[in-house]
């Protein structure tokens, strides 16, 4: 039996087939227009798929499938696996993940930059299959543990490929497809790695090839959607805006999160003022108050959206509620998320005459004093040593660096920069396109990303680092591109990191909820935390303000925590 519904709002289907070897469970948290497709075959027990996200060449693939037009993502998943089986993978463009159930077998697909989610487990009773880890993780079949691996992943954002944060769990490793078969024998198939050389070179220089895989990209990921775009004002969505202006028929609509009066201002506000002047477009400030990211209930809500906690509190929380806000005005909606890892916004120039003895990110935290990366702060040290929390992030470095092929003859700094980009890649993106994509779905928004496009991703990825900072810049790519397409104010203009809040309230509601916690021997995070550590953040507020937002990371990773294990029913196991 196989019980199929949505992650979002876009609709659910329910199939059930009793005559398939294995049972298979999916939970709640599919999107498609109309649920499962189901194909009946003479002879044989029909062919289900699922399917979630945008499939951006549906029309070319329908030609090729010699299917009418208007079937359904699942739909023509079905049907191109029923003519080219397992490699049809290599046909599908855009972001998605997919389930096929074949007789005895399931085949599971994701994306090539894993931008949706899937992941399964194996249990006694059978497979489990969901988009979701939550609905997954609260099935009957499930019994969700975090063990020391888990808990190292969850304080340091860092896992292996396919490796989940729940004992036992698997994720569908990005660019690849998982077959498994009764008995719990599974094979893995990879059809797409950004270590593969890129398409053929187009014309003129890197400007000119980037910006036309761009405006492909964006053309993809409009479809027929009518355009629009969540504009920061920063550089990435203020040239993307500028892009999608250029292809539709008319400038598109805008969306700007600001706070109200109690809030501090959003700096980037007068910059996407800038851009919406320029371009013309429909525009959309959607006001939040800094008390609805206190609500009951949210800190949950937005925990169990995503895959893991994370210690970005109303980083997190304020785009949720933004994104219910967006929805109600449009379904879909463009974001320059990922532009920052792609065209080495996070790093700059890379120094030849070092070399890396970390992630960046981790290399960045440990300078100030933080040696397991943001948020790691009120935990009990003496659990993080005995756990080795230190050679987990030791470990996992050297096994992303020996991912890296260099071409021959490449220069140290080439070949430092390709070091950075490839781990920033393949293990930074998730903390920013995927958690924004996990978020902005729960909230009923479908989001797409072309600057996480995987022709655009790749064209960079292999450019030398001397064409992605060739004026001492970091995107100075993305700034060349973006001349003429957005105001020369947008272009030059500091880079200011998502907007928090700093309202007293919020603050306050963050101290008293630690304050609870504290007081909660049953709570789950409890045998976690150092005790004196946490207590002193409630004795002496101002510690919150450490390093501007980095004291609240603390708080916020440990509250976070606490909701996922609730809401996941997980059991700890060190």
Known sequence: MTDLAVRGRAGHGIWRHESSVLVQTVGPTWTGPRGPAVLERAGAPPV??????????????????????????????AHAYLKWGRAA??????????????ADRVLLGRDRLGIKPLSYLVTDDGLLFSSDLAALARHPWARPRLTADGLSALITQLRPPGRGVLAGVREV??????????????????????????EAARGGGPVEQVAELLDESVRRALGDAEPAVLLSGGLDSSVLTGLAAGIAKHPPRTFTVVFDQ?????????????????????????????RELSEPGLLAEVAA??????????????????????????PVVLSGEGADAVFTG???????????????????????GLPYGIGAGLFDTDLLAAIDVSGWIDSLFREAVAEVRHPPGASRTDRLAREIDHLTITRLLEQTVLHSE??????????????????VVSAVYHLPARAK??????????????????PESVLTRPKVPYPITYDTYYKSALLSRLRALLNDSAAPVHALLDRRAATAVVDDPSRLDRGGWLGRADVEMVLQLDAWLRRLNVRTQL
Do not use: M
């Not at 699922?50 to 030609?63: K, T």
């Not at 900072?469 to 957005?486: I, T, Y």
């Open 48 to 77: 289900a798929a699922v399917f979630d996200g945008h499939l951006a060449n549906a029309g070319g693939l329908a030609a090729s499938l010699a299917v009418r037009p208007g079937y359904s993502p699942s739909e023509l998943v």
């Open 89 to 102: 993978v290599e046909r599908f463009h855009g972001d998605f993940a997919f389930a096929v159930l074949d």
């Open 173 to 198: 490793v990005p660019g690849t497809t998982v077959e498994l078969r009764a008995g719990g024998a599974a094979s893995e198939a990879r059809y797409w790695s950004l270590q593969d050389p890129p």
């Open 262 to 290: 109690t809030g501090v201002p959003v700096p980037d506000r007068p910059y996407a003022q800038e851009v919406v002047d320029f371009l013309g477009c429909e525009h959309h400030e959607a006001e939040i108050d800094p």
């Open 305 to 330: 959206a995503k895959d893991h906690p994370t210690p970005f509190g109303d980083k997190n929380i304020t785009p949720y509620v933004f994104g219910r806000r967006v929805a109600q005005t449009v």
């Open 346 to 368: 996070l790093g700059g120039d890379p120094d030849p005459t070092r070399a890396l003895t970390s992630f960046p990110w981790i290399e960045r935290s440990r300078r100030f």
């Open 438 to 455: 996990r978020i902005s779905t729960a909230a009923g928004l479908q989001v797409r990303f072309p600057f996480a496009d995987p022709q």
């Open 469 to 486: 900072s060739f004026d001492g810049r970091e995107k100075s790519l993305l700034r060349a591109l973006g001349r003429g397409l957005v």
